[in-house]
C-alpha cells in the first residue's frame, strides 16, 4: 500500500538547508570588510607582527652595528566560538502551509547567524583605544569623522580606510551636508549625492557604510568606527551548517544551524572608535 507521509515533504528541507546556508554566508556586511583567516579545529590563534624597520644616516668608513631585532609580536588571540539558532516546524505548519513555513525557515535561520557575526564584529568597534567621535549625547559630525581619518593617515594606515556608522549617525552627516550654506558649495556632487541616496560610497578619502547592527545603549548613544581591514579579524572555523532532527513525539523537524568562529581587534592603531549621540531623528 502506498503512504503518503510527511517523510514525503522532505524534498522541502533541502532547499531550506541551502537557502539558509546562502543567506548566512551572503548577508552580513563585517566579514568582508576585515582581515579573514580561517582553520580547522578550535585552538586560539596568536595574530603576530614584525617590528617597523627605520633607516638612518651612516659616515663612510663605519661598521653600522644598530641593527634591528626581527622577531614577531603578538598583536590579539583569536579564541573560537558557536553560535547556533533553532527552528521548529510542526507537522501541521508543514501540512498546512509547507511554501511558508519553508520561506521563513531559510530566511530566519540564516539571517540570525549573519546577524550574529555581524553584531560580534561592530561590537569591537568601543574597545578600540581612540575614539574621535563627537562623544556621547552630541551629534555626529563630518568635521569630527575627518578627525578619525587623519589620525589614522598619520599612524601610516594602509589603504582602504571603511567608515562604518550607525543609520543615526549617518543621518546626522546627512543633514549636515543637506544644509545650504556658502560654507559647503565645494561638497559639490557629494552633497548632492547624499540627498538623493541617503549614501556615499566613497568620499574624505575613506569608503563609507551604514550597519544597523551596532548598538544604541540606554543613553542612546552608539559607537561606530573608522578603521583599515587589517585593525579587526574574523576567523572561520565551522562554516554554517544546518542539520534536521525529527521529533516524533512532538510531530515536528526540529532544525538547528550552527557555526564557528573567532573574532577580535588585530591591530588597535589602524582604527578609531567613534561615539556620538544616536538618537532616532524626528
Known amino acids: 500500500m502506498a503512504l503518503s507521509t510527511v517523510t514525503s515533504l522532505n524534498s522541502l528541507f533541502n532547499s531550506i538547508f541551502e537557502d539558509a546556508l546562502f543567506v548566512?554566508?551572503?548577508?552580513?556586511?563585517?566579514t568582508s570588510l576585515v582581515t579573514n583567516y580561517s582553520a580547522r579545529g578550535w585552538m586560539a590563534r596568536k595574530v603576530s607582527v614584525?617590528?617597523?624597520?627605520s633607516a638612518e644616516a651612516v659616515g663612510e668608513g663605519v661598521d653600522y652595528s644598530n641593527a634591528t631585532e626581527f622577531t614577531k609580536t603578538v598583536l590579539a588571540t583569536l579564541t573560537p566560538g558557536e553560535v547556533m539558532a533553532q527552528v521548529i516546524l510542526t507537522?501541521?505548519?508543514i501540512e498546512t502551509d509547507p511554501d511558508d513555513a519553508q520561506r521563513d525557515a531559510s530566511q530566519e535561520l540564516g539571517n540570525a547567524v549573519a546577524t550574529k557575526i555581524d553584531t560580534d564584529i561592530v561590537g569591537l568597534f568601543s574597545s578600540f583605544s581612540t575614539d574621535k567621535g563627537a562623544g556621547a549625547g552630541s551629534s555626529a559630525t563630518i568635521?569630527?569623522?575627518a578627525a578619525g581619518i587623519s589620525v589614522l593617515r598619520n599612524a601610516k594606515t594602509p589603504n582602504p580606510i571603511y567608515v562604518v556608522l550607525h543609520p543615526y549617525h549617518w543621518h546626522d552627516i546627512w543633514v549636515e551636508l543637506g544644509q545650504p550654506a556658502a560654507t559647503k558649495v565645494l561638497l559639490g556632487e557629494v552633497a548632492n549625492r547624499a540627498l538623493m541616496d541617503f549614501f556615499v560610497g566613497q568620499w574624505i578619502n575613506a569608503q563609507w557604510f551604514v550597519n544597523a547592527n551596532i548598538a544604541v545603549d540606554a543613553s542612546a548613544d552608539a559607537v561606530s568606527a573608522i578603521f583599515s581591514p587589517q585593525a579587526l579579524a574574523f576567523d572561520s572555523r565551522k562554516a554554517p551548517m544546518l542539520?534536521?532532527?525529527?521529533d516524533a513525539s512532538l510531530r515536528a523537524w526540529e532544525l538547528n544551524i550552527s557555526a564557528g568562529y573567532a573574532y577580535a581587534i588585530r591591530r588597535d592603531t589602524f582604527g578609531v572608535a567613534y561615539t556620538a549621540d544616536a538618537t532616532e531623528p524626528t
Open 24 to 30: 548566512a554566508r551572503e548577508s552580513n556586511m563585517m
Open 50 to 53: 614584525y617590528p617597523e624597520i
Open 91 to 93: 507537522d501541521r505548519r
Open 143 to 145: 568635521a569630527t569623522f
Open 243 to 246: 542539520e534536521p532532527e525529527r
